[in-house]
């Protein structure tokens, strides 16, 4: 029930609701962002105000690069020239003076609040659909740049492919605001064209949720380090969770043939390796839903079911079951192995993430020797069903410290948990996000198609990411080559027991060991120094100069390998080249990680994405056609056909990558932003025309 309006309210409880009288096409391109105090959280979302005619006229402005846009009415003048021509009109309602309680005008009022409310949010609307309009134009006008550049022999800096602007025009800075909200670093992952969740918009409407300030302590990445270092390390139990069933099967794949009277060697081959390719496709379609449903209730979830299916394996009768159990096995580990790295963007700025992908990194290679290892002590002492008992001890034990400590990262969800709070304590249903206000009735389903087709595209279409995605696909079929050649090599031709064997694995272990923390303190210091060299300017490829080690030695230790087993050689000799091809294999998969999320914050979980169906593909064809060609050819010869490829692969691409991957990459993502500033106008648009009807 609206009070009656004659009823005066303290001035420090009343909050103004500011309306725009303006077309959409003299909104801002940026807009100015007042943070409202924590404590007056709960204050500024209360209900409508008892006595908005008492409301000061609001100051705030809209920037905008070819106007400026002022509040021209505040809601009680506006709301006092209607009253007064509707009081000539109708005798019954008295003439409006500002102090008079006007009884019957109660649903009248409660209109206007809304009318009043629904143009500040027209306004929010327009901005964003203007900024996505001009991001399109930004991008066109790149490619124009690029073409003409090719045609007459012109040259651009990458930084005028860019902003889309020629380097002998005369522009002024603020017509480039828009064009940088995107690319800002508080703007990563933002699925509007707006700075954080909405922020910039507080200040316009008292009803729209956001983070009460740029330092909220509720924001992921304002956490305090004890804090995000414990979120670090759960999703790094979860990821170790999932990819230790990857490999905990290989040395007890020789009872489980013997039990179930498997003969078919390609078939037995294929039980071990279909987790890989599960587990890189599904990862497209893991990704999106955390992005709708949020990180913690899709990774719980995935490892909650890892369980269910590694019970479902030690209880088979029968290798079709098992396969079954084994293919959804990868596709539950797919969660974690495509969100990890999202995640620690979430509460990472690009300063500091880089030490802790590389520290995440190692929980995702550590898992599967940690797997081989286990597994020989297992069916040495035990019997192979054991193996996957131990996987669900595991599994039970990472989804309870995930639901006692693991918080949400993901900023949008958090801030609809926050909206529906608020409204509950205030009794208040308009409170809205920035996402409430500009969904266009986009659907899960529409969100989840578009997600998995992205991937596709960049593994397709990006030269990035299908370039350095053979690289690591290539390098990652090697290293899972090498942990199934593990039982035949040292079993078959050392003639080791499974003991001994699981042992070998310890190889593996020592070079992500002894390697990890060297490579956190170099790629660290590279970038930073090549940084400050550059003027204080980041670029993604100061985070692989150092690529070309990995593409060296990495097939050097697989040729090591290759021919000590070939000659049963002293023991530590296969064992050295082992060392040697992980130690550099994990700075490659921390380069190329760290890279991919740098090149595109906005789809780092969708390149992720492409570079884990790119390598699961590899990693699951790999160990099905090596053994014969091992029988047929021998290990020395093998490897050797593997170095030469590595070697054509791994020496010239990483220095070309360095000197010439800028452009390619810059003009690569030109094309997917546009593409996606052409649909986030598309929604908007919709959006808009949603909100003029309402």
């Known amino acids: 029930m609206t009070p009656p309006l004659g009823k005066e309210k303290d001035d420090s409880s009343i909050h103004s609701r500011s309306s725009f009288s303006s077309s959409s096409d003299d909104v801002d391109s940026t807009v100015n962002f007042t943070p409202q105090p924590f404590d007056q959280e709960i204050s500024k979302h209360k209900s409508i105000p008892e006595n908005p005619l008492a409301r000061e006229k609001s100051n705030i402005s809209i920037n905008t690069a070819n106007s400026d846009l002022r509040v021209s009415d505040s809601l009680a003048t506006r709301l006092k020239h209607s009253l007064s021509r509707t009081s000539s009109a109708h005798p019954s309602i008295a003439a409006y003076n500002g102090e008079e309680t006007i009884g019957a005008s109660g649903e009248i009022l409660e209109d206007y609040l809304e009318i009043d409310r629904q143009k500040t949010r027209q306004t929010i609307i327009s901005v964003l659909s203007k900024r996505a309009d001009q991001e399109v134009e930004r991008f066109e006008q790149s490619e124009l740049i690029s073409s003409t550049s090719k045609?007459?022999?012109?040259?651009?800096?990458?930084?005028?492919?860019?902003?889309?602007?020629?380097?002998?025009?005369?522009?002024?800075?603020?017509?480039?605001?828009?064009?940088?909200?995107?690319?800002?670093?508080?703007?990563?992952?933002?699925?509007?064209?707006?700075?954080?969740?909405?922020?910039?918009?507080?200040?316009?409407?008292?009803?729209?949720?956001?983070?009460?300030?740029?330092?909220?302590?509720?924001?992921?990445?304002?956490?305090?380090?004890?804090?995000?270092?414990?979120?670090?390390?759960?999703v790094g139990l979860y990821?170790?969770?999932?990819?230790?069933?990857?490999?905990?099967?290989?040395?007890?794949?020789?009872?489980?043939?013997?039990?179930?009277?498997?003969?078919n060697s390609y078939f037995s081959s294929i039980i071990v390796s279909?987790?890989?390719?599960?587990?890189?496709?599904?990862?497209?379609?893991?990704?999106?839903?955390?992005?709708?449903?949020?990180?913690?209730?899709?990774?719980?979830?995935?490892?909650?079911?890892?369980?269910?299916?590694?019970?479902?394996?030690?209880?088979?009768?029968?290798?079709?079951?098992?396969?079954?159990?084994?293919?959804?096995?990868?596709?539950?580990?797919?969660?974690?192995?495509?969100?990890?790295?999202?995640?620690?963007?979430?509460?990472?700025?690009?300063?500091?993430?880089?030490?802790?992908?590389?520290?995440?990194?190692?929980?995702?290679?550590?898992?599967?020797?940690?797997?081989?290892?286990?597994?020989?002590?297992i069916v040495e002492y035990i019997n192979w069903r054991w193996i996957f008992w131990v996987l669900t001890i595991v599994d039970v034990v990472a989804v309870v410290i995930g639901l006692l400590f693991f918080p949400e990262t993901y900023s949008p969800v958090l801030l609809n948990w926050k909206c529906k709070k608020l409204r509950k304590q205030t009794g208040n249903p308009n409170l809205k996000t920035i996402y409430h206000i500009a969904d266009a009735n986009e659907t899960a389903m529409s969100k989840i198609i578009v997600n998995v087709k992205r991937p596709l595209m960049l593994l397709i279409h990006h030269p990035m990411i299908y370039g350095l995605g053979i690289f690591m696909a290539f390098l990652f079929g090697y290293f899972y080559l090498i942990l199934i050649s593990f039982p035949s090599a040292w079993r078959g031709h050392y003639g080791y027991s499974y003991q001994t064997t699981a042992l070998m694995y310890l190889s593996v272990g020592a070079?992500?060991?002894?390697?990890?923390?060297?490579?956190?303190?170099?790629?660290?210091?590279?970038?930073?120094?090549?940084?400050?060299?550059?003027?204080?300017?980041?670029?993604?490829?100061?985070?692989?100069?150092?690529?070309?080690?990995?593409?060296?030695?990495?097939?050097?230790?697989?040729?090591?390998?290759?021919?000590?087993?070939?000659?049963?050689?002293?023991?530590?000799?296969?064992?050295?080249?082992?060392?040697?091809?992980?130690?550099f294999y994990t700075g490659m998969f921390s380069f190329l990680i760290n890279y991919v999320v740098d090149m595109n914050p906005r789809y780092s979980a969708s390149s992720n994405a492409a570079l884990s169906l790119f390598r699961s593909i590899f990693g699951f064809v790999f160990p099905i056609f090596a053994p014969k060609m091992y029988n047929d050819i021998g290990y020395g010869w093998g490897n050797t056909i593997f170095f030469f490829t590595g070697v054509i692969l791994g020496i010239p691409f990483p220095f070309y990558v360095y000197k010439y991957g800028e452009k390619l990459r810059i003009k690569a993502n030109l094309k997917f932003d546009k593409k996606q500033a052409i649909r986030d106008a598309k929604l908007l648009e919709k959006a808009k025309k949603r909100m003029e009807k309402a």
């Open 151 to 234: 045609s007459t022999n012109n040259k651009y800096s990458v930084n005028d492919l860019e902003s889309g602007s020629q380097p002998d025009d005369d522009v002024d800075k603020k017509s480039n605001g828009i064009g940088k909200i995107n690319n800002a670093e508080n703007s990563e992952n933002q699925q509007l064209p707006t700075a954080v969740d909405g922020s910039e918009f507080a200040s316009l409407d008292p009803e729209l949720v956001t983070w009460n300030t740029e330092s909220d302590p509720e924001f992921p990445r304002n956490w305090d380090r004890r804090k995000k270092l414990a979120t670090l390390a759960i």
């Open 511 to 583: 070079g992500y060991l002894v390697f990890n923390p060297i490579w956190v303190v170099v790629n660290d210091r590279e970038y930073r120094q090549l940084t400050l060299a550059n003027n204080g300017k980041a670029k993604p490829e100061f985070r692989i100069k150092s690529l070309y080690l990995c593409g060296i030695f990495c097939p050097i230790g697989l040729l090591i390998y290759g021919w000590c087993i070939q000659y049963r050689t002293f023991w530590l000799c296969p064992c050295i080249g082992v060392f040697l091809y992980t130690g």
């Open 274 to 377: 279909i987790f890989l390719l599960s587990q890189g496709v599904f990862a497209m379609i893991t990704s999106p839903l955390s992005e709708i449903y949020g990180r913690r209730v899709v990774l719980t979830t995935s490892i909650f079911c890892l369980a269910v299916f590694n019970i479902g394996c030690a209880v088979t009768n029968d290798p079709y079951s098992l396969f079954v159990c084994r293919f959804f096995l990868g596709i539950c580990a797919s969660g974690p192995m495509a969100i990890g790295s999202s995640v620690i963007s979430d509460i990472y700025d690009s300063n500091d993430r880089g030490k802790y992908i590389i520290l995440f990194s190692s929980c995702v290679n550590m898992a599967p020797i940690m797997g081989g290892l286990s597994s020989g002590l």
């Open 239 to 263: 990821t170790f969770s999932g990819q230790y069933a990857a490999s905990g099967i290989t040395l007890g794949m020789g009872f489980i043939d013997a039990e179930f009277g498997i003969k």
